[in-house]
């Protein structure tokens, strides 16, 4: 398994830290599941409604975003590292309103 995707699979992450914080396996699923935890303590015991699409598009958003000021809106860039075409780029940034 490659370092890329060792960060975010179960296991022993191999990537060299960003940070002075060691790497945990699967930081960004611990990350998802905090918030949802707050999620939930937010509802008070209502019943949450299209859970998925709420969690999917919020990360997507995100990515979108870091992604595009990562690499100063280089859409080629961005869309190449996220493995999706410049046109499903554009759309995605069309619909959250990114520059």
């Known amino acids: 398994m490659n370092a890329r995707r060792e960060y975010f699979s179960e296991g022993t992450a191999s990537a060299e830290p960003q940070s002075d914080e060691a790497v945990t396996p699967n930081r960004l699923g611990q990350c998802v599941a905090d ?14 409604a299209d859970l998925h699409q709420l969690v999917m598009a919020q990360a997507e958003e995100a990515l979108m ?16 590292y996220l493995g999706i075409n410049r046109g499903t780029l554009r759309k995605r940034l069309k619909e959250y309103e990114i520059t």
């Open 35 to 48: 918030e949802l935890d707050r999620y939930f303590a937010m509802l008070d015991g209502q019943e949450p």
């Open 65 to 80: 975003r870091y992604m595009m000021k990562r690499y100063r809106d280089n859409q080629s860039r961005v869309a190449e």
